[in-house]
């Protein structure tokens, strides 16, 4: 009966490390601001011709400009705190393993950091083109088709609710399966854990031979 202690040992860490994972969030903001819009700026340029889209992170927004809007135009705005907020919650489930801060483990945490974060970049980038396609008026309606306004507007939700609250879970799941499974089926873990130094014996004993 080691699973109850070890699996319960991790949700009693998950309100502490939520907590610390909230900080770290607070200090981290205004690079997350900055990195997630300079990148979204790069991706919408990319399919743009002429490229007249420019991205500025200003008090945890981004500002949308295009050079071809008229001087007198209101200027489109993005909150940046709910595209990125979710790496609380990568963050809190990091913390609460055990073994967090082995070599291995941070090297996990920085591959599913990044593919977080192309997903918060990507969220932005359908937040700007449904600007474009849905909120313009009469130039949405002569610059985008229905089908790409639906494209738009439905991608857009899917990573705004299910996407958004279920990026973070997918990608700890992804990396860090064998930890996962360790507090739910500890003999399994042990099984491994005996294995790997057999094999390292093993490797010994020929190695003085």
């Given at each position: 009966?080691?699973?109850?202690?070890?699996?319960?040992?991790?949700?009693?860490?998950?309100?502490?490390?939520?907590?610390?994972?909230?900080?770290v969030?607070?200090?981290?903001?205004?690079?997350?601001?900055?990195?997630?819009?300079?990148?979204?700026?790069?991706?919408?340029?990319?399919?743009?011709?002429?490229?007249?889209?420019?991205?500025?992170?200003?008090?945890?927004?981004?500002?949308?400009?295009?050079?071809?809007?008229?001087?007198?135009?209101?200027?489109?705005?993005?909150?940046?705190?709910?595209?990125?907020?979710?790496?609380?919650?990568?963050?809190?489930?990091?913390?609460?393993?055990?073994?967090?801060?082995?070599?291995?483990?941070?090297?996990?945490?920085?591959?599913?950091?990044?593919?977080?974060?192309?997903?918060?970049?990507?969220?932005l980038?359908?937040?700007?083109?449904?600007?474009?396609?849905?909120?313009?008026?009469?130039?949405?309606?002569?610059?985008?088709?229905?089908?790409?306004?639906?494209?738009?507007?439905?991608?857009?939700?899917?990573?705004?609710?299910?996407?958004?609250?279920?990026?973070?879970?997918?990608?700890?799941?992804?990396?860090?399966?064998?930890?996962v499974?360790?507090?739910?089926?500890?003999?399994?873990?042990?099984?491994?854990?005996?294995?790997?130094?057999g094999?390292?014996?093993?490797?010994?004993?020929?190695?003085?031979?």
């Amino acid at each position: 009966m080691v699973r109850a202690p070890v699996a319960g040992s991790f949700v009693k860490r998950l309100p502490l490390t939520l907590v610390i994972a909230m900080l770290v969030w607070l200090a981290l903001r205004p690079v997350l601001d900055t990195t997630v819009t300079g990148l979204a700026e790069i991706l919408i340029r990319s399919f743009e011709y002429p490229r007249v889209t420019r991205l500025e992170a200003v008090d945890h927004r981004s500002r949308v400009f295009r050079s071809d809007f008229r001087s007198d135009s209101s200027i489109p705005t993005i909150p940046l705190t709910e595209i990125h907020f979710n790496t609380i919650v990568l963050l809190a489930l990091f913390l609460a393993l055990p073994k967090r801060f082995s070599r291995e483990n941070l090297e996990r945490l920085a591959m599913a950091w990044f593919m977080l974060y192309l997903t918060q970049t990507l969220n932005l980038f359908l937040h700007v083109k449904c600007i474009y396609a849905l909120s313009l008026g009469e130039w949405s309606q002569q610059t985008y088709s229905n089908f790409m306004r639906n494209f738009y507007g439905f991608w857009r939700y899917f990573t705004d609710l299910p996407g958004k609250f279920s990026f973070p879970f997918v990608f700890w799941l992804a990396f860090f399966w064998e930890e996962v499974l360790g507090m739910l089926h500890p003999d399994i873990e042990g099984n491994q854990a005996e294995q790997k130094k057999g094999s390292k014996a093993k490797g010994r004993t020929k190695a003085s031979d």
